[in-house]
C-alpha cells in the first residue's frame, strides 16, 4: 500500500512550510508526498466567481494566482522529499505546468480528477507513461469518461499487470526510491474519488476500487476528501487498494483552499496507523490459508466501531456512478472548452481565443474539449462574452 499525503497548495508559497508539511508526512508514516504546480491560466477563466475563504471572498482566479510559483520551488521540494526518504509526486494542470514537471523528473505525475477530459494534457501525458508513473483520479467521472482517458493514456501499449512496479531508478528519475528503499509506482495507477469537499463517507462507494480493477486491469486506490481519517482508507485497503492519497495540513483553521478538509498531523498518522494494522490482519489471513477470510474479518472490526449502516453505505454497489455530492460539478468542476476574450459576431476564432478551462462557478459551461481544433477558424454567428462556454450555436454552419 502506498499511502500519499496530499500537499497540494497548503504551503502557501513558503519553502520553509512546504518542508514543514513533507516532515509531517514522512513523521506520519506517508510513502509520498503530492503537490500541485499552478498557473492559474491552465485551470480557469479570470470571470469564474468568488471563493469564501476564512478572510472573506476572493476571486478564485486571484487566489491560483497567488500560488503560482518557478521551478526552483519544486525542484527544492522533491530533494527535500528524498532526503526524507518520501517520493514526490505533483499535479500539472496544462501543458506549460506538465513540460516544466516532467523536467524534473518527478516519481510520479499525478492527474487530478477534473482534468479526466483535458484531452490535450492526457495526450501530452501519454508520452511519459512507462517513464514516469502516472496516478490518475477519477472523481466527478463516468466510467466512460475514464475509459477514453485511460485509451489515451495508454494508447497501444498493453495495459499493467495490476501491481508490478516500473524497474528501479534512482531518486528523481521514473521509479525512485521511497521510504524504505522499495521500488516507486506502477505505470499507471487509478484512483476512485469523490469531487466533494468534504465527500460524504456513506457514498464514497468503495467497493468500485474493485471495479476498476477488474475493468482497465490496473491498480487501484483510492482518494478520499472525506472527513474521518479511519474508515474510507481501511475499507479500501480491505478490497485489495494498492493506493490511498489523503489531504495533509497543518491546520485547518488556515485558509488552504483544500485545509478544510485535510488531515492534521495526528490524524493523518493515526490514517497511516489504521492502515498498516489492516494490512496484518491481511497478511495473518494470508498465512493462516484464509485471505478470503480478510475482508470479512476487517469489515466487521469497522462495524464494532462505526455501526453496520455506516459500513455498508460507504462500501456501496460497485457500480461506478456519480456520487450525490458531485453531481451538481459534473460539466463544471472538469473541463469545457471557453472564450478568452469578448468576441463578436462575424469574427473568426483563432488561436488562443478559446481555451480547456474548468467553469467552476458562475460561467456556463461549454462543449468538450475534443472539438478545441474543430472550432479554431469558425466564424461566430453571434456576439460572445469573455468566460462564455462555447456553444454549438455559436459557430452553427459556420465552421471551415
Request: charged share 20%.
Amino acid at each position: 500500500m502506498t499511502v500519499i499525503a496530499e500537499i497540494g497548495t497548503a504551503h502557501a508559497g513558503s519553502l520553509d512550510k512546504a518542508f514543514a508539511l513533507i516532515d509531517a508526512a514522512a513523521d506520519g508514516g506517508a510513502d509520498c508526498v503530492k503537490f500541485q504546480w499552478v498557473y492559474a491560466d491552465e485551470i480557469l477563466h479570470p470571470d469564474t466567481g468568488f471563493v469564501t475563504l476564512p478572510g472573506g471572498a476572493v476571486r478564485l482566479y486571484d487566489r491560483f494566482r497567488s500560488l503560482e510559483l518557478d521551478s526552483s520551488f519544486f525542484a527544492s521540494c522533491l530533494d527535500y522529499a528524498h532526503k526524507k526518504g518520501l517520493l514526490f509526486a505533483c499535479s500539472p494542470f496544462g501543458l506549460r505546468s506538465l513540460q516544466e514537471l516532467a523536467a524534473l523528473r518527478p516519481d510520479a505525475i499525478k492527474i487530478a480528477s477534473p482534468e479526466v477530459n483535458h484531452y490535450p494534457l492526457l495526450e501530452a501525458c501519454a508520452a511519459y507513461y512507462g517513464k514516469i508513473p502516472i496516478i490518475l483520479s477519477s472523481g466527478v467521472s463516468r466510467l466512460g469518461d475514464i475509459e477514453r482517458a485511460v485509451d489515451l493514456l495508454e494508447g497501444d501499449r498493453p495495459r499493467s499487470d495490476g501491481g508490478a512496479a516500473v524497474a528501479a531508478a534512482p531518486a528523481g528519475e521514473a521509479g525512485g526510491q521511497g521510504a524504505g528503499g522499495q521500488n516507486a509506482l506502477p505505470p499507471l495507477t487509478l484512483l476512485h474519488c469523490i469531487t466533494s469537499y468534504p465527500a460524504p463517507e456513506t457514498e464514497y462507494n468503495v467497493r468500485c476500487v474493485e471495479t476498476l480493477r477488474r475493468v482497465f486491469g490496473v491498480p487501484t486506490g483510492i482518494s478520499d476528501h472525506s472527513l474521518d481519517p479511519v474508515l474510507i482508507p481501511v475499507l479500501t485497503t480491505a478490497l485489495g487498494g494498492q493506493m490511498i492519497e489523503k489531504h495533509i495540513t497543518l491546520s485547518r483553521k488556515t485558509d488552504g483552499l483544500d485545509d478544510p478538509v485535510a488531515l492534521e498531523p495526528e490524524q493523518f498518522a493515526q490514517m497511516v496507523q489504521a492502515v498498516r494494522q489492516t494490512q496484518a490482519v491481511i497478511r495473518k489471513c494470508e498465512k493462516d490459508g484464509c485471505p478470503q477470510a480478510a475482508p470479512s474479518e476487517i469489515f466487521r472490526q469497522m462495524a464494532d466501531q462505526y455501526g453496520k449502516d455506516m459500513v455498508a453505505a460507504a462500501l456501496g454497489s460497485g457500480v461506478k456512478r456519480l456520487a450525490a455530492s458531485e453531481r451538481a460539478n459534473y460539466g463544471r468542476t472538469n473541463r469545457s472548452l471557453h472564450y478568452m476574450r469578448a468576441m463578436k459576431k462575424g469574427e473568426r476564432i483563432g488561436e488562443g481565443d478559446v481555451s480547456v478551462l474548468r467553469t467552476e462557478k458562475v460561467l456556463t459551461p461549454g462543449i468538450s474539449p475534443e472539438y478545441a481544433r474543430l472550432v479554431t477558424g469558425c466564424v461566430l454567428t453571434r456576439d460572445v462574452a469573455a468566460g462564455a462556454g462555447v456553444d454549438w450555436e455559436d459557430v452553427l454552419s459556420r465552421c471551415p
